[in-house]
């Protein structure tokens, strides 16, 4: 069954780590307008997309669930980054190099295809 409008919102937001309360906040609307919109009771206007899907970095056609997109979004939260970045100081401080972890990211590029 596909995801409605709402569910995909939802899960969009969670997956970044943003509360309803930041998003309205970010997007200039009320806490109670993103839960309308998440329990389908309210549909955005185009600004409020267009706001919505900057705000939780994933396209118009991702958010509304166009079918037609096959486009893959790696989605990341705020303790991935952390993580992902912290990883990477600690690889400088080892005197690893920009070229190495490059090396490294495309290595798991080309193992996460194989698998």
């Given at each position: 069954m596909e995801q409605t409008f709402g569910q995909r919102l939802k899960f969009y937001r969670d997956q970044r780590g943003i509360?309803?309360?930041?998003?309205?906040?970010?997007?200039?609307?009320?806490?109670?307008?993103?839960?309308?919109?998440e329990n389908d009771a309210r549909v955005p206007d185009m600004n409020k997309l267009i706001n919505l899907s900057q705000?939780?970095?994933?396209?118009?056609?991702?958010?509304?669930?166009?079918?037609?997109?096959?486009?893959?979004?790696?989605?990341?939260?705020?303790?991935?980054?952390?993580?992902?970045?912290?990883?990477?100081?600690?690889?400088?401080?080892?005197?690893?190099?920009?070229?190495?972890?490059i090396e490294g990211i495309r290595f798991i590029r080309k193992m996460k295809e194989q698998a």
């Open positions: 509360s309803s309360y930041e998003l309205a906040r970010i997007i200039n609307v009320t806490q109670p307008n993103i839960s309308q919109m705000a939780l970095g994933v396209s118009i056609d991702e958010l509304v669930g166009n079918p037609l997109i096959r486009r893959q979004t790696m989605i990341i939260n705020n303790k991935e980054i952390e993580v992902v970045s912290q990883a990477i100081q600690d690889a400088r401080d080892e005197g690893v190099t920009d070229d190495q972890l």
